[in-house]
């Protein structure tokens, strides 16, 4: 099966920006996460989809960030204006039929 | 925080040699799983292991789980150079959100 897409791959923008990110999910996964990736930290959650509902966006920082899942499946992540801090790696995850999760490549931003 | 911790931070181990990394955590959880990351890729799930469960086995990894003290445990035998990657534990938080809180990983290096 298709593994879950992201786009784009890189990105460079000057704080104060606005930069969007796209996952298109593993078919037939209706839950998706979206999670933030500091270098040297672990993945941490920003907000998780059931279909087109959001379930948990305890975590996402909505003054700036906002997600959204149209129809259920693809899902886009905007950061709006961007900070310095916000540069790290933006990870797409859908999960499984046993729990596990499966993860995109990722989109790695950086923020002068 | 929920978010596990990995130890050690860093292992560099000889190809052939067995590998051995322990998570802790905090909260009661319903599965611990552990995921592996390739340097500039997404990651991949590599096992889980419910609260029921003790010990599994997964080709050359084998992973303990022990509830009573709150850890884990991943062991990989016999290495090779393909594994160099980064190892993290993630767990759920009983919330029924089926959310991932992940460590901080480890970072194996095998020389060949």
């Known amino acids: 099966e298709a593994g879950v897409a992201q786009s784009p791959r890189y990105k460079i923008i000057e704080k104060r920006q606005s930069v969007a990110f796209w996952c298109n999910p593993i078919?037939?996964?209706?839950?998706l996460y979206w999670y933030q990736q500091i270098l040297g930290q672990g993945p941490k959650l920003l907000i998780q989809?059931?279909?087109?509902?959001?379930?948990?966006d305890s975590q996402l920082p909505k003054d700036r960030f906002s997600a959204e899942r149209l129809k259920g499946v693809d899902s886009t992540l905007k950061i709006q204006p961007a900070k310095l801090e916000d540069s790290a790696v933006y990870l797409c995850?859908?999960?499984?039929?046993?729990?596990?999760?499966?993860f995109g490549p990722g989109t790695r931003l950086t923020v002068t | 925080s929920q978010q596990g911790e990995e130890d050690p931070q860093a292992l560099s181990i000889q190809e052939g040699e067995n590998a051995t990394m322990n998570c802790s955590y905090k909260?009661?959880?319903?599965?611990l799983q552990w995921y592996r990351q390739n340097s500039g890729r997404g990651l991949v799930h590599l096992i889980l292991i419910r609260s029921n469960e003790r010990e599994k086995h997964s080709g050359r990894l084998r992973v303990t789980l022990d509830t009573s003290k709150k850890s884990s445990s991943l062991l990989i035998t016999a290495s090779r150079a393909a594994d160099t990657a980064s190892y993290f534990c993630?767990?759920?938080?009983?919330?029924?959100?089926?959310?991932?809180?992940f460590g901080t990983g480890t970072r194996l290096t095998v020389i060949p």
């Open positions: 909260t009661s959880i319903n599965n």
């Open positions: 078919s037939g996964h209706a839950t």
């Open positions: 993630a767990t759920d938080a009983q919330t029924g959100a089926n959310n991932l809180f």
């Open positions: 995850g859908t999960m499984g039929a046993s729990y596990e999760q499966y």
């Open positions: 989809f059931q279909n087109n509902g959001v379930v948990d």
